[in-house]
């Protein structure tokens, strides 16, 4: 049974692949070498980016190489390897490179899958690049970790074709595990037999209960905050450096608090007409819009401390 693991940067499961079974094989990515004193082995790394961004010192892959292990990524490129250096191509500046297998892979992963007379490829990260290749060599099991791109980073938009290519890998019988604390997959309810795109009202209120605990603990933060900051500006009259930098610091916490409230409150608000409509009574469209609009995060204040 041949068994390749994925391995990615995220912190959150990169170190459950610290100390694979000798079996396994282990494939990682860009600077993935850098963490080599934590792996069994490294069989394969992919560096799928071109040469003036690898040749480049202010990249972002060397700029962490030099931080985690001490040394740029490019000069590591260009040394001795036990391993393959999967690359777009077999540069003469990289002696361990090999080109890509990309017409071969591609064909096979996207063989049937059309957008009418067009065969459809998609690829939008190296990751998708790695899996592709383990689906073409018949692996039998594909583990993954340190890949994750959550809702709300930059690697968002790769989501989509990361599943694509997991859905792919499992019509092809290959087992696909991820660790239980991964948000790779998303856990979701089964549509139409545990949940439906449909909220009742139950659980606007209990959203809305956990909305207003939230901005009713921030405005306490807030009052709080703003006890302390009119307190500084009343002792501290000589305006020295240090009192500058501890009414900065209050200003800002009370500042972070005075945001959170309100967001808060926008939250409360959009889900009081949620259940307003629940309960068939009519909502103008200006109190959606104005209910959706979230209050100023930084409000001025005056001299004294108090909001204008």
Known sequence: MRTVALVGFADNTRSFAYHLPANVELWTLNRGWSFAEHFTRIDRLF???????????????TRQSLSDAKQSHWDWL???????????????????????????VMEDAFRHIWRGNENVRLAA???????????????????????EMGTGTEFQYQHATAMLLIGLAG??????????TSGLIPRMKLYGYE?????????LEAYKRQADTERDRYKALTNARLGILQHLMHVNTNE???????????????????????????????????????????VNPEMIKAGMTIQPAFERMGDDGRHT
């Open 47 to 61: 560096e799928l980016h071109d040469l003036p961004y690898l040749s480049d010192p202010n990249n972002a892959d």
């Open 78 to 104: 260009q040394g001795p390897h036990d391993y393959p250096l999967y690359c777009l191509d077999a540069y003469r500046e990289i002696p361990g490179s090999v080109s890509y297998p990309l017409q071969a």
């Open 125 to 147: 990260s190296t990751f998708d690049f790695m899996l592709a290749l383990a689906i073409h060599e018949r692996v039998d099991r594909v583990e993954i970790y340190g890949f």
């Open 171 to 180: 019509g092809r019988g290959i087992d696909v595990w991820t660790p239980e």
């Open 195 to 203: 949940g439906a795109q449909m909220i009742t009202r139950q659980t």
């Open 240 to 282: 020295s450096l240090a009192q500058k930098e501890q009414m900065e610091d209050v200003q800002n916490d009370y500042l972070e608090a005075l945001q959170a409230a309100a967001r808060w409150d926008g939250v409360q608000q959009v889900l009081n007409l949620l259940v307003a409509e629940c309960d068939m009574l009519e």
